[in-house]
Each structure stands twice: as structure tokens, then as C-alpha cells.
């Protein structure tokens, strides 16, 4: 019982709960963390993780979550672990649901990407078309699944829900008949289900919506196929539209300056900046810049006051002026890239797909300060938290701090 009342109360400011942290912003909290690390240098603890998944692990207080897909057979076991996260041992491993058929998924993808949010004594988790669900954070006890919003996923599902005003929005673009939707955080209803009102060539697309209060109103910026949309929150009623053509979008957009910043395309993406407060298309009248070299297909951007950081899947960094699209750098840093850029100890983090990490100073000047990494695949990105970062690899969770 006493633990569960301490999970109850507010979040720390030294947590993170969800993709990208507290504020969604993906900046660290708390004391510095070592920016120098391999696989026994700085290492507090390594533990292995059953199965495969993508989710970045979510931090509250001394206790961690993260989601994983257990192959069971010819199925797989959906499963949410909580962990200490002091010592990295499993408080508990919950099965949230057993899946007979597996759809296909991309190579690089998994059936436990989206991060689970945890708050006020509950962890919410979604693995895409294969359901959602709430559990009690002390216990792991199953409060409620939803399997209602079934579509077609094409190459698996990516985004995380957001929770926002008591309810969870996401993002369902399969390759038929793309929705967003609201489900009640409490219930696990669906409040809302709207359809895409752009009919795409290429309707699937797996990005984190960002909410947002514009005008009075909080707004689910989705962008999809073809098209950037916001959502009235409560309603599920479009309130504008951008058009640009794309596909497979992941990056959360950014909201800031009076600018929804996002990216509309994986094959050939471009980052677009788009004034807030318009009604319908406001393609022809709300677009502030687009950014198209080296801009990103997955990893969402990070910004710092008015410079925005950012790298492309191929490994091409970048910083431009958030408000107007001025481009200040463009670097090589080499590899390949999913996992989005962290500010931490006053530094820039970008951390490939084969766990090596290059921080650079946040300034309109390129300038490296450290190298390092680990073994393994890293898709996921790290979580921050107990003066420790918790990294994800394909096998291993480890907590880098200092001794």
C-alpha cells in the first residue's frame, strides 16, 4: 500500500514518463548523468530483456517500465515488466495479451514499440493494432484492454499515444481507412474515431501526435499520409489541414514560436514549420518554411530555445533556427538512425542503430565533445531519470551512472 500511494503522487521533476519525457520535449532532468560509457565503464546495471521491442522504458521514481513481444509459439505474448530502477531486478512481468496471428512487420520494427505513459498510479501501454491497455503501476494489474480500433498496420506500428485532459490520442494509419482516435483514459472507451479526411496512395504512417492548446483549445497534431491535420481533442472534429505529399510518417511534430514543426515524408522527407491558428487548408497561407536536406524520417527533432537539432536516418546532423528555417550547420556524423536526439548535461546526444553515440555542443557551430557506445542494436530512445540514463538495446537494458 505505501508504494502504491507514493506512485500516486505527482511526478517528480527529476521523471520520465513517456516518449521524449515529461514535457515531451526530450530534455533530461535532474543531476548530470556520464557522458562516457561502453559496456562495463559506467555500467550500474545490465539486465536482459525478454523478447523483442522498440519502447523506450518510462521512468517514475525509483521504478521503470517498458514493453516487450515474447515469441509463444506460433503467436506472441504482448507483456508490459516494471523493474527496479536501482537495481534493474523485475518487480513484475504482466501478460497483457496472447496473440494467436502476428501480422508482418518491417525488419527494423517490433510488435512493443510505442512507449508506454505512466501516471497517477497507472501505466498506459499500446501495441498498435494489436490493442491497448491500463495497469495498475504497483502491481501490474490489468484495468482495462481495448482491442477496439482494429486497422490493417502495414510494416507493424510505431507511434505512442499522448495523454492529454483524460484522454489518449493516437494515431491508426494502416494501409486502408486511416483514423486518429481518443480513448478515455479512465474507462478505456473510444470517444472519438475520425477518418482521414485526405484519401492517399499511401495511407499508412506511424507517427506520436502532440497536443497542444491553440485558441483555447487542445489540438491533436497528426501529421499522415498526404496531409497534416489538428484534431479538436474532445470532438475529434478537424480544424485544419496542410497538404504535402508522404507517407510513413514518425517523427512527433514540435510545437513552439507559434509553429507546429513536422515532417511529412519518409521516402523523401522535409521538415515543414506551419503557423498556428488557422481553420480548413491553410496550405497556401500558414506555412512558415520547409526544410528539406538532411531532414528527418524517424527520429523526431530536438529543439533548445529557437535552434532546432536534428538528424537524418542516414546520419546527417543538423541545426537550424526553429523560427524562420535558417540553417546554421549540416555534419556528418556517420551510421544509420532511429532513436530521436536528447538534450542532456547541457549537451546534444545522438545515438545510432548500432549503439555508438556522439554528443556535440548546442551552439550555431558544429563541435563534437565525446564519443562512445555499447554492443547492440539501439532504436529505442534513452530515458533520463536518477541521475542515470536507461538505455534500450535489442537484448539488454542497461543504467549508465556514475559509481
Known amino acids: 500500500m505505501k508504494s502504491l500511494c507514493l506512485l500516486l503522487l505527482l511526478l517528480l521533476p527529476n521523471d520520465w514518463p513517456k516518449f521524449r519525457g515529461a514535457q515531451a520535449d526530450a530534455h533530461a532532468p535532474g543531476p548530470p548523468t556520464p557522458m562516457q560509457w561502453s559496456d562495463s ?42 523493474l527496479d530502477a536501482d537495481s534493474g531486478k523485475t518487480l513484475w512481468d504482466t501478460e497483457v495479451r496472447k496473440v494467436a496471428e502476428v ?25 498498435g493494432a494489436l ?50 482516435a481518443a480513448v478515455e483514459a479512465e474507462s478505456g472507451k473510444v470517444l472519438w474515431k475520425q477518418f482521414r479526411s485526405i484519401k492517399a ?15 483555447g483549445k487542445a489540438l491533436v497534431m497528426a501529421p499522415g499520409p498526404d496531409h497534416f491535420a489538428a484534431y479538436d ?49 491553410v496550405t497556401e497561407t500558414h506555412v512558415a518554411w520547409r526544410q528539406k536536406r538532411g531532414a528527418p524520417s524517424t527520429p523526431t527533432p530536438l529543439l533548445i530555445g529557437e535552434d532546432l537539432y536534428y538528424v537524418s536516418d542516414d546520419g546527417i546532423a543538423s541545426c537550424v533556427n526553429a523560427v524562420s528555417g535558417e540553417r546554421y550547420w549540416m555534419e556528418r556524423l556517420g551510421g ?12 546534444v546526444l545522438f545515438m545510432d542503430e548500432t ?40 537484448e539488454f537494458l542497461y543504467r549508465i551512472a556514475a559509481p
Not at 539486465?47 to 509459439?73: C, E, F, M, Q
Not at 495511407?203 to 497536443?211: G, N
Not at 557551430?365 to 534513452?382: D, I, Q, Y
Request: a neutral charge; hydrophobic letters at 40%; one cysteine or more.
Open 41 to 82: 565503464e559506467n555500467v550500474r546495471w545490465k539486465v536482459p530483456v525478454p523478447g523483442l521491442g522498440w519502447s523506450s522504458p518510462s521512468v517514475v521514481g525509483k521504478r521503470l517500465w517498458l514493453t516487450t513481444a515474447v515469441p509463444d509459439g506460433n503467436g506472441l505474448s504482448l507483456r508490459c515488466l516494471c
Open 103 to 127: 501480422p508482418k512487420i518491417h525488419t527494423k520494427n517490433s510488435h512493443a514499440s510505442p512507449t508506454p505513459i505512466v501516471d497517477k498510479g497507472s501505466v498506459y501501454v499500446h501495441f
Open 131 to 180: 490493442g491497448m491497455a491500463r495497469l495498475n503501476a504497483d502491481d501490474g494489474k490489468i484495468v482495462w484492454l481495448n482491442t477496439e480500433l482494429v486497422y490493417p498496420p502495414l510494416h507493424g506500428s510505431g507511434g505512442s499515444p499522448v495523454l492529454h485532459d483524460g484522454l489518449l490520442a493516437i494515431v491508426c494509419d494502416g494501409s486502408t481507412d486511416p483514423f486518429v
Open 201 to 215: 496512395r499511401i495511407s499508412h504512417s506511424f507517427v506520436t501526435v502532440s497536443v497542444a492548446e491553440v485558441d
Open 233 to 281: 481533442l474532445h470532438t475529434g472534429d478537424e480544424v485544419f489541414r496542410v497538404l504535402a505529399p508522404g507517407w510513413s510518417v514518425v517523427p512527433q511534430p514540435i510545437v513552439a514560436h507559434g509553429l507546429v514543426i513536422y515532417n511529412h515524408d519518409y521516402d523523401n522527407p522535409e521538415l515543414m514549420a506551419v503557423r498556428l491558428g488557422g481553420k480548413g487548408d
Open 336 to 347: 544509420n538512425f532511429s532513436a530521436s536526439p536528447v538534450f542532456a548535461n547541457g549537451h
Open 355 to 394: 549503439g555508438h553515440a556522439t554528443w556535440i555542443k548546442p551552439t550555431r557551430t558544429f563541435e563534437t565533445v565525446g564519443k562512445c557506445e555499447v554492443p547492440g542494436r539501439t532504436l529505442a530512445t534513452p530515458a533520463f531519470a536518477n541521475a542515470s540514463m536507461y538505455l534500450r538495446t535489442d
